[in-house]
């Protein structure tokens, strides 16, 4: 009987534990930033990378998290998806607000997580909460969804692949052609620094090989809590100790970040695993 309450000692005070570090963890920001070198950028250039918001806020308004990054002052922001909740009756307020308020300063280029890509596919589940998002920040920030756009400036490429939703099952990786992220966004280039936001970091091998100098993904939540040796406990895949959880990660010249991402959906738990901003700095040409 003493091992018997030992046990459920044990157990409340961890359950007691997790609860009350989430609570205070959710409420912070912090920073990771990365450094890399490429030849093929013109100068040195440094921007914010922002991942799976789901429609949190930090300060009334988000007015911690925009000071938060007005501090890094960054050339640019991407948004590696997943700004909204994706659930029945949401609204994307929070979301709108935030990304209006930040292209008030900076240019913002966001690719699409699964959340808005659920949306957007089931308008009869999820109503309007797709269209307006897009609808009520297409005007100030540049979607790309299946796109690129070109920065002469540091002779860079953002490219936003908008994965199929069969790339978002749970338990297992799908198996992704070779020909799919090109037949899908083209070829990437061969003089230009070719940055893919891709939300899964699941398919860091297939990006590298498509040709992504860097990919930008979140979706992990950096593992919910983050252990000691063992990294991330569980993805949203329902992946026990994800590979790709939250960090710098390289295939050869070919570098993936991962953020650990801002807000959580479902399950609230963040242990040893701040809400994350993530800087990423390149040194170019030398």
Request: proline share 4%.
């Amino acid at each position: 009987m003493t091992v018997i309450w030992l046990i459920v000692v044990l157990v409340v005070v961890a359950v007691l534990f997790v609860t009350a570090e989430s609570l205070r963890e959710n409420r912070c920001i912090g920073v990771s930033e990365y450094t890399i070198h490429s030849d093929k950028v013109k100068k040195d250039i440094r921007f914010a990378v922002i991942a799976d918001l789901h429609s949190a806020e930090f300060g009334e308004n988000n007015s911690r998290l925009i000071e938060k990054i007005d501090g890094q002052k960054p050339a640019f922001i991407i948004v590696a998806g997943d700004l909204i909740l994706g659930k029945p009756g949401q609204r994307p307020d929070v979301a709108v607000d935030l990304i209006n308020k930040l292209a008030d300063k900076y240019k913002v280029y966001i690719g699409k997580g699964n959340h808005e890509l659920r949306t957007s596919n089931d308008t009869e589940l999820y109503g309007s909460l797709w269209k307006d998002l897009y609808e009520g920040t297409k005007e100030k920030a540049l979607w790309l969804i299946n796109e690129d756009i070109y920065i002469p400036e540091y002779n860079v490429r953002i490219y936003g692949l908008d994965m199929d939703r069969i790339y978002y099952k749970r338990f297992k990786k799908t198996y992704m052609d070779d020909r799919y992220i090109k037949e899908t966004i083209g070829p990437a280039g061969s003089e230009t620094y070719d940055i893919l936001i891709a939300h899964n970091p699941d398919y860091f091998p297939e990006y590298a090989d498509w040709g992504a100098d860097l990919s930008l993904s979140g979706h992990v939540h950096g593992g919910m809590m983050i252990l000691p040796f063992l990294g991330g406990i569980v993805s949203p895949a329902i992946k026990l100790f994800p590979r790709y959880y939250k960090g710098l990660y390289s295939i050869g010249d070919r570098k993936m970040i991962v953020s650990a991402g801002l807000g959580c959906h479902t399950i609230k738990i963040r242990v040893f695993n701040k809400p994350d901003l993530v800087m990423v700095k390149i040194n170019g040409k030398r």
